[in-house]
């Protein structure tokens, strides 16, 4: 079995350690006793969260002069908040790629454009969100330093890459000419340059960095009510909206399923400051994961419903 598909597994691995460490049935009594209005008010937030999600996607989109029913793009998101539950890394969210390119009737090169603004401002809006965080703590984990170095540095180059036509253009000139096969430089070379005639720089989409800010807001308070549902009032809600992107970060890694494990012990870690039980703040993620993942399924039922692109798909990823 290849290296590749066994890294899924570590954080699968860390999960089930974390539950014996804790005890399950300490975790099944924690969640035995949670005020239900809280977690309906948690899930009430989820239309606002998709909508909001929809809309700053569709922003780039009409840039791009693509135009789609604004209904049409929230089943695609949906059905990639699905894909994003079940795959490592959410890498399934770029399936929105696919449905984009059958819907729109357009390539895979322009389709793939707006996925990455709209993720690149995604990972910006964590990333800032997250770094305010580590700063909090820093006296706390005095190593967070060099993580903080490591992310200012790898943001300037994120930046520096896709801020500008001209050094995307050398960049994707190098992974053409030294990293592509010979047999597919020239289609490389074709769809990079395609690629480039749509590309938009993140950094100056404003209106949806502004509603970025406000997706990951709704995402994080969904989390604090769920914790208010554990009865976790130790920590200020201030504090859930520059920590837990911490987390977010963390569960981004590949080596895990819909973050699973690696987010759950991150977070331990950083409301231990709070004195909070370790049994608490696990069920809390535990529950919260269960709840965006049911939310998820929805998109899976639209998904069911496009069997015939579902079939596209499959040819697509054999290519």
Do not use: C
Not at 23 to 42: A, D, E, K, R, T
Not at 87 to 104: C, E, M, N, S
Request: avoid cysteine; charged fraction near 15%.
């Amino acid at each position: 079995m290849k290296l590749r598909k066994l890294l899924p597994i570590i954080g699968i691995v860390i999960f089930i350690l974390l539950i014996k460490k804790l005890g399950w049935q300490q975790i099944l009594n924690s969640i035995q006793n949670v005020n239900p209005w809280y977690i309906l008010l948690s899930i009430f937030i989820a239309p606002f969260l998709i909508f909001f999600q929809t809309l700053k996607w569709a922003l780039i989109l009409k840039k791009q002069d693509i135009h789609l029913p604004f209904w049409e793009l929230i089943k695609i998101q949906m059905i990639s908040s699905f894909y994003g539950v079940i795959t490592p890394g959410r890498l399934g969210y770029f399936i929105k790629i696919l449905y984009l390119k059958d819907k729109a009737k357009i390539s895979i090169a322009k389709s793939l454009t707006s996925i990455i603004v709209d993720r690149l401002v995604d990972f910006m809006i964590v990333f800032i969100l997250g770094v305010i965080g580590s700063l909090v703590i820093i006296n706390y984990y005095a190593n967070v330093t060099s993580h903080i170095i490591i992310a200012v540095i790898t943001l300037l180059i994120i930046e520096l890459i896709f801020a500008s036509k001209k050094v995307q253009h050398l960049f994707l000139s190098f992974i053409t000419n030294f990293l592509v096969p010979a047999k597919y430089k020239d289609h490389a070379a074709g769809f990079f340059k395609e690629y480039l005639e749509h590309s938009l720089n993140p950094f100056k989409q404003y209106k949806n960095i502004f509603l970025t800010f406000i997706v990951w807001g709704l995402i994080y308070t969904q989390l604090y009510l769920v914790s208010l549902s554990f009865g976790i009032k130790e920590i200020p809600y201030p504090y859930f909206l520059i920590l837990p992107p911490i987390a977010t970060i963390v569960s981004l890694v590949p080596i895990t399923v819909s973050g699973l494990g690696t987010r759950e012990v991150t977070l331990v870690g950083l409301f231990s400051l709070f004195h909070v039980t370790a049994t608490k703040i696990f069920s809390m993620s535990l529950l919260n994961t269960v709840i965006g993942t049911l939310i998820g399924l929805i998109g899976g039922f639209f998904a069911l419903k496009e069997e015939t692109l579902i079939k596209k798909v499959k040819e697509e990823t054999k290519k």
